[in-house]
Nanobody, 116 residues
Framework: VQLVESGGGLVQPGGSLRLSCAASGFTFSSYAMRWYCQAPGKGRELVAALSSTGSHTVYADSVKGRFTIFRDNAKNTVYLQMNSLKPEDTAVYYC??????????WGQGTQVTVSS
C-alpha cells in the first residue's frame, strides 16, 4: 500500500499550488480521502475531506473558498488545489485514506512553504 504526495514547494503569498496524492495497493474508490497539514511546533490538522464518491466535501474554516479537494478514481489520485496561499499555510501536507471498517493509510507528506 502506498500514498505518494507530490506538488509541494515554495510559492509566494497569493500564489497557487496543486498537491497530488497517488494511491496504490488498495481499492481507492472505496476510501474517503483527507488532506492534513502540520506546521512546525503544531499538531496535525484537518484541511479538507472528500467522500469515496466525491459527492461530499468538508473544509477547515481557514481554507474555505481558497482550497478545493477533488479526486479522479480512474487515476487513483486525490488532489488539493490551493489558491490565494498565505504564509500561515506553510506546513507539511499529508494525504490520508480511510474506510468504514477503520482501515487507514498515510502518505509521507509534502512540504508547502509560502514566503516572499
Amino acid at each position: 500500500v502506498q500514498l505518494v504526495e507530490s506538488g509541494g514547494g515554495l510559492v509566494q503569498p497569493g500564489g497557487s499550488l496543486r498537491l497530488s496524492c497517488a494511491a496504490s495497493g488498495f481499492t481507492f474508490s472505496s476510501y474517503a480521502m483527507r488532506w492534513y497539514c502540520q506546521a512546525p511546533g503544531k499538531g496535525r490538522e484537518l484541511v479538507a475531506a472528500l467522500s469515496s464518491t466525491g459527492s461530499h466535501t468538508v473544509y477547515a474554516d481557514s481554507v474555505k473558498g481558497r482550497f478545493t479537494i477533488f479526486r479522479d478514481n480512474a487515476k487513483n489520485t486525490v488532489y488539493l488545489q490551493m489558491n490565494s496561499l498565505k504564509p500561515e499555510d506553510t506546513a507539511v501536507y499529508y494525504c490520508h485514506a480511510f474506510n468504514a471498517l477503520g482501515v487507514e493509510y498515510w502518505g509521507q507528506g509534502t512540504q508547502v512553504t509560502v514566503s516572499s
